[in-house]
């Protein structure tokens, strides 16, 4: 199987840059999927193949994909990106997700 | 607009079944792969299940493979999850998800929908 580790936690201040990691054996060979879950609610696609952010989501939101670790960076963070941050790839024919991040705005 | 809607979630006893559906509207159903994803009370995303567009190539999670089913009905814009043999760590909520085919992002979700194995 394929293990995708990310940080429990991460902080940031208001108004500052958020990075979440998401570790793998060569995961940058693969293609990396972010998505943000608010609470109670359903996932939300962030972050397509590494870098690609699909209409809607704002330019804060980029990623970078390298290695043995993709990184969702988020610019200048708001309240409102308080969430849980999922990575995932497809390997072997399985969507693999990480245990999810979650990020607080202070 | 792209809708996708869970239905049949509920309170089930150890050992039994429940079949799940996703019912999508604002997107051409029969071009788009689909997905089973769940989420235990409190714990992260668990992919479970995958159909092509033509259901010709299915692939499932190790832990729901040989109790689970999933399948489609292009004509009637619907994907389901036969569940059998149910156990109390397939609590969770269940969401389908839409992807346009294999490796390729989970782009639409539907708002999920509670199952509960519990004697």
């Known amino acids: 199987s394929y293990d995708l580790t990310q940080p429990l936690s991460v902080s940031v201040a208001l108004g500052q840059t958020a990075k979440i990691s998401c570790g793998g054996k060569?995961?940058?060979?693969?293609?990396v999927h972010w998505y943000q879950q608010k609470p109670g609610q359903a996932p939300v696609l962030v972050i397509y193949?590494?870098?690609y952010r699909p209409s809607g989501i704002p330019e804060r939101f980029s990623g970078s994909n390298s290695g043995n670790m993709a990184t969702l960076t988020i610019s200048s963070a708001q309240a409102g990106d308080e969430a849980d941050y999922y990575c995932q790839v497809w390997h072997s024919s399985s969507a693999v997700f990480g245990g999810g991040t979650r990020l607080t705005v202070l | 607009e792209v809708q996708l809607v869970e239905s049949g979630g509920g309170f089930v006893q150890p050992g039994g079944s429940l079949r799940l559906s996703c019912a999508v509207s604002?997107?051409?159903?029969?071009?788009?792969?689909m997905s089973w994803v769940r989420q235990a009370p409190g714990k992260g995303l668990e992919w479970i299940a995958y159909?092509?567009?033509?259901?010709?190539?299915?692939y499932y999670a190790d832990s729901v493979k040989g109790r689970f089913i999933i399948s489609r009905d292009n004509s009637g814009d619907s994907l389901y999850l036969q569940m059998n043999g149910l156990r109390g760590d397939d609590t969770a909520v269940y969401y389908c998800a839409r992807m346009e085919n294999l490796h390729d992002p989970l782009d639409y979700w539907g708002p999920g929908t509670l199952v509960t194995v519990s004697p």
């Open positions: 060569n995961i940058g060979g693969e293609n």
């Open positions: 604002g997107f051409i159903f029969s071009d788009y792969s």
């Open positions: 193949r590494d870098a």
């Open positions: 159909i092509i567009t033509s259901s010709g190539t299915i």
